[in-house]
């Protein structure tokens, strides 16, 4: 390790590995710094991810490939089914990961574009020369160390404190989080399907998921909307739901995390300072899913770092160039599920219901989120005046 | 009053830390650190997954 890098990258996760890859790319000296010892453990999703997103970032690899999906599920509370295709489905389905390779081989590919990994390095503040950011204190395997960048990008996930320390609020609100629990179940029919239930008995202002992982073996979770939730809810919930779905089911890992469904936040820039994924909140609030969003971020912040550092400005208004891309593709797709996720968190099981049964057998093997939005549209046009602006 | 957090229980999932008001809590690797900066709003305690966090009288 260095004592100065052109950009230093807190957290290895998909954002984090993702620009470090990028800037490295292109040319830039980067370190890539983890607080934890291992790249991508303990895990903290459910895995699904949509296919083409990933083939944007990293040649896909059967290593980290568990099981591939033909499309998703949704079960009304009553249990109506709605079936809609991979192709359609939104970014939660393709490939189920298997993320503690995936994280590695993302890292991986960062060292192989030309950046410095160093693990076991928390981030603990960060360095300032008047208002400008010009590095971080780091504590480096137990010993106190500084280390000084051009640019600090924070990439350190929902429990992110980078981004407090710039001076930005990222402190998420009950109502803006999914507080989960998931469980690996072994021993259980899992076909190849990713599937949804939704139900305020089921899953207070969320839902559980049942995410295969190959023969007999499933991500089988459950992610309860902060607000609605209380000491252990989630654990409780999905043992029951496991007990009821799976009764013969063996669980061989337990995963517990929370995701962002803020939708965009006020900022994510500061002179010599950018914030990038969930610790950016730019995670889907409708879904919960990260991942992709994370990586195309990371390009953007990547590439923004790249040709600020070549223009020696690397002032809050030159990086506002990230900014403007991020919400210009993300930003707005967040927005939009945001909408989504503040209606159906309103709902009673009965409407869910009554909604289920509108489009039911409307929509098989041809929609995506929004279509099954606009056929509930067309169904209920008074009830769902709300999603009006998302349908044009 | 203040919280404790049940490092037997805890799954260190960053939850807590990341709707804590006032940046008390802290996960570092597989457990939290909470320091005084801590209001009582027991939003930590209601948000963790696993329920390992509790509040104690003093
Ligand atoms: C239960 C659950 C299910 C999910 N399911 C899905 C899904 O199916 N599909 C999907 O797309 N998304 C899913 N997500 C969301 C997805 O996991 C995240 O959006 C994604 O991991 C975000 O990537 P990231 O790189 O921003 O953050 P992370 O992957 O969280 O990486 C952040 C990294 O920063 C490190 N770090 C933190 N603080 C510091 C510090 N101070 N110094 C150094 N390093 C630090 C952390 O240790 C961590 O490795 C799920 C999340 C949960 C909790
Ligand atoms: S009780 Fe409130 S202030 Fe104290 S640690 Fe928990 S969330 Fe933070
Ligand atoms: S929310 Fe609960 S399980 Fe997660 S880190 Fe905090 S105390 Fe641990």
């Not at chain 1, 739901?241 to 890992?253: A, N």
């Not at chain 1, 020696?312 to 891309?325: G, H, I, N, T, W």
């Amino acid at each position: 390790m260095k004592d100065k890098y052109d950009v230093i990258v807190v957290g290895a996760g998909p954002a984090g590995s993702s620009v470090a890859t990028t800037a490295s790319k292109a040319g830039l000296d980067v370190l890539l710094i983890e607080k934890r010892q291992e790249i991508g453990d303990p895990v903290r999703c459910a895995e699904g991810v949509d296919k083409e997103g990933i083939k944007r970032h990293i040649k896909p690899d059967p290593r980290w490939i568990a099981a591939e999906v033909k499309g998703s599920r949704i079960f009304a509370p009553d249990g109506t089914k709605l079936q809609i295709s991979e192709k359609m489905s939104g970014a939660e389905v393709g490939y189920v990961l298997e993320r503690k390779i995936f994280d590695r081989a993302l890292a991986e590919q960062a060292v192989s574009s030309g950046a410095e990994v160093i693990v076991k390095t928390s981030a603990t503040g960060l360095i300032r020369k008047n208002k400008q950011i010009t590095g971080i204190h780091a504590r480096s395997i137990g010993e106190s160390v500084d280390i000084k960048a051009k640019i600090v990008v924070g990439a350190d996930g929902v429990e992110s404190k980078v981004g407090r320390f710039a001076g930005i609020n990222t402190t998420l609100a009950p109502k803006d989080i999914e507080t989960c629990a998931q469980f690996l179940v072994s021993g259980i029919e899992a076909d190849e399907y990713c599937q949804f239930y939704l139900g305020n008995n089921i899953a207070p202002g969320g839902y559980a998921w049942v995410f295969p992982k190959g023969k007999g073996i499933a991500n089988v979770g459950i992610g309860v909307l902060g607000s609605l939730s209380n000491n252990g809810m989630p654990v409780k919930l999905l043992s029951n739901f496991v007990k009821h779905h799976f009764p013969t089911g063996k669980i061989i890992e337990m995963v517990l995390g929370a995701v962002p469904a803020s939708g965009p936040i006020e900022k994510t820039i500061a002179d010599g300072f950018m914030l990038v994924g969930d610790s950016a909140r730019q995670s889907d609030p409708l879904t919960g899913g990260g991942i992709l969003n994370a990586l195309d971020a990371g390009v953007m912040a990547g590439t923004v770092a790249a040709s600020c550092i070549e223009k020696d400005d690397v002032s809050e208004k030159a990086l506002m160039e990230y900014e403007r891309q991020w919400r210009e593709t993300i930003g707005k797709k967040i927005s939009k599920t945001l909408v989504v996720k503040e209606k159906l968190i309103t709902f009673t099981d009965k409407q869910f219901n009554i909604f289920a049964h509108s489009i039911e057998g409307k929509c098989d093997n041809t929609m995506g989120v929004f279509d099954i939005v606009r056929a509930l549209f067309r169904a209920n046009p008074k009830l769902l005046w709300e999603f009006r602006n998302l349908i044009k | 009053m203040t919280v404790t957090v049940n490092r037997y229980k805890c799954g260190y999932c960053g939850a807590c830390v990341s709707v804590c008001p006032m940046a008390a809590l802290e996960l570092v690797e597989t457990w939290i650190e909470i320091n005084d900066a801590c209001n009582d709003c027991n939003t930590c305690v209601n948000i963790c997954p696993i329920g390992a966090i509790e509040s104690v009288k003093e």
